[in-house]
């Protein structure tokens, strides 16, 4: 009775092995309100599986810091691999780290320079840049009634996303309904809020004369937000505009400062890179883009958005 009873249990412990999936989750940077949120989707979305467990890292913005977190991996024995790059232009030799080690690997919410070479047993999770920066500025073209001066803020330029957002800009303000508006400056505060309002501060300082803030992300916009406000400007003379639809990017908007943002579903994205991850993991197909919509938020429907993020 005892070998029996024990040989059921073995029989449970290994059936529960044979299922158990790690996978390494290797983050650009934990400190950012959007990458926070991607990453607790994922989290939080693992906790609901059986079996499965994230080893979740911080590149702290290193690429070097990076690659190095991916080979830990390997070398740990996980099953797959979640990147969420801190550079796009260093993807190639990730791809290749991981594709020699015969390790799935899935990029996540930035889009590697690689894309459309990924190897066998890689994809991308993400959403599609060409609708952001487009949603944003046609927002702000209405707003503006096709005339005015914007300031543009763009994001981190190793990255491709920032890239992407910014040509969005400039293709909707070459169309005949906005060309009315001029891009009279446009600089990188590398997403963040703090640099952001250092940029605002030092156009305001210069005497520059402009009417619309077009961000990259909402970090940046709040930036502007809080320049504008501490050089006593009236917020209804601007319309600023981010991409994200953080909270606190959803607060700024409820007390209307902020005009335009645009959701991007960091929760779904880190749901849909984690099942990407084990179907790869299984040997299942997935298709090598996986594309999540962004959607366009204004003050008219906001209360819709406000519990997504």
Not at 56 to 78: H, L, M, P, Y
Not at 231 to 259: C, I, N, P, R, S
Not at 260 to 281: E, H, I
Request: proline share 2%.
């Amino acid at each position: 009775m005892k070998k029996l009873i024990l040989g059921a249990a073995m029989s449970v412990l290994l059936s529960t092995a044979a299922h158990a999936e790690t996978i390494g989750v290797s983050m650009a940077l934990f400190d950012d309100n959007f990458l926070t949120v991607l990453r607790n989707g994922m989290q939080d979305y693992a906790k609901t599986l059986d079996g499965v467990t994230l080893q979740v890292e911080d590149a702290q913005n290193d690429v070097a810091k990076q690659q190095s977190q991916i080979q830990n991996f390997i070398a740990a024995g996980v099953q797959a691999i979640i990147v969420n790059p801190v550079d796009t232009d260093a993807t190639a030799a990730m791809s290749k780290i991981a594709a020699d080690a015969g390790i799935p690997l899935v990029y996540v919410n930035r889009e590697p320079v690689n894309v459309n070479e990924l190897p066998e047993k890689q994809a991308f999770v993400a959403s599609n840049e060409e609708e952001s920066g487009t949603l944003e500025t046609q927002e702000v073209c209405k707003l503006l009634g096709g005339k005015g001066k914007a300031v543009v803020m763009m994001g981190e330029l190793s990255n491709q996303a920032a890239r992407m957002r910014t040509q969005d800009v400039h293709n909707v303000l070459a169309t005949d309904e906005c060309k009315g508006i001029e891009i009279v400056e446009e600089q990188t505060a590398n997403w963040s809020r703090t640099q952001g309002a250092d940029l605002v501060t030092n156009w305001l300082s210069a005497g520059l004369e402009f009417n619309a803030v077009i961000a990259n992300n909402d970090e940046m916009a709040i930036g502007a937000i809080q320049a504008l406000k501490a050089a006593g400007k009236d917020m209804k003379d601007y319309v600023v505009a981010g991409v994200d639809a953080t909270q606190d990017a959803l607060a700024a908007m409820e007390a209307g400062d902020l005009d335009v943002t645009v959701f991007q579903n960091a929760a779904g994205q880190g749901k849909g890179s984690v099942d990407a991850a084990l179907k790869l993991a299984k040997g299942e197909a997935v298709d090598k883009k996986v594309y999540i919509p962004f959607e366009l938020v204004t003050p008219a429907n906001l209360k819709d958005y406000q519990s997504k993020n």
